[in-house]
């Protein structure tokens, strides 16, 4: 019996409750929960543990993904365990800067003029896209959508990220939103979740602003290949896209075993 110098299903807990960040960032915990667990040199832990985390949280379509690709790894050679999760802690970020990258090349590598973007919700990928912008010396200006749930508002955090990255902003309240629409080239936002058809979930007010865009605006998403699944599954505080409320999703090839279709 191992003596663990932490707490596991208190660490578990906190990705089960976390209602603050997005599915990439969740994901990312999770994987250094999984990292502590390999001190112990012990594949039948590492597998224990991962199935504890695939299961805390079935709507995070992410983590039970991975969880589950990487058991399976593990299960194909346990002596490479360590080597294994190497290389899956790197594909996952690496899907996540290929999936920015997708989104940067063809929405601002060859803008000319400043791109009025509108968002919603909290994405991280979203914010690293508009980082990259800056760091390229693209011109943008971030327009936010009110985004609140359970006391904790989304918009606040895009916001407090455009300033730390000197973007341009203004904070859209939904009563301004339909004369606001008449300023904006894009809708870019994240997802929770995508699917065969180009659907996706994503935290509210997606929707409603998706539905306001609708042949007015092109509205993108931009989320790894890990996120794809075959069920629809709406967990409270979230919102179904349909294919025709979204334009593309911008997305990775590094986990090709989740990716049967081409977005």
């Not at 040199?41 to 504890?52: H, S």
């Not at 919700?121 to 959508?145: A, D, H, M, P, W």
């Not at 065969?196 to 007015?216: D, V």
């Amino acid at each position: 019996m191992y003596e663990l110098n932490f707490n596991v299903e208190k660490e578990i807990d906190k990705i089960k409750n976390d209602f603050l960040n997005g599915s990439s960032i969740i994901v990312r915990k999770a994987i250094s929960l999984i990292q502590k667990v390999l001190e112990f040199n012990d594949p039948r832990l590492v597998i224990d543990v991962a199935e504890k985390i695939k299961n805390a949280r079935f709507s995070i379509i992410a983590i039970y993904n991975l969880m589950n690709y990487f058991i399976e790894q593990i299960k194909i050679n346990p002596d490479e365990f360590s080597e294994k999760f190497e290389i899956f802690k790197k594909n996952v970020d690496l899907a996540t800067e290929k999936s920015i990258q997708s989104a940067f090349d063809s929405l601002f590598k060859d803008a000319k003029s400043v791109t009025k973007i509108l968002t919603c919700s909290y994405s991280s990928n979203v914010c690293k896209v508009i980082k990259k912008t800056y760091e390229e010396g693209i011109q943008t200006r971030l327009f936010v959508l009110h985004s609140s749930w359970r006391g904790i508002d989304f918009h606040k955090i895009v916001i407090e990220k455009a300033k730390s990255y000197n973007i341009d902003f203004t904070y859209v309240p939904f009563d301004s939103l339909e004369n606001t629409l008449k300023q904006i080239d894009i809708g870019l936002i994240g997802a929770d979740i995508i699917f065969h058809s180009g659907a996706i979930i994503n935290g509210i007010p997606s929707f409603y602003m998706a539905t306001k865009m609708e042949n007015k605006v092109p509205l993108y998403s931009v989320a790894e290949s890990y996120k794809i699944a075959t069920t629809i599954k709406i967990e409270d505080g979230f919102d179904y896209l349909p294919p025709n409320l979204v334009t593309k999703v911008f997305t990775d090839n590094i986990f090709k075993s989740f990716l049967e279709f081409k977005l």
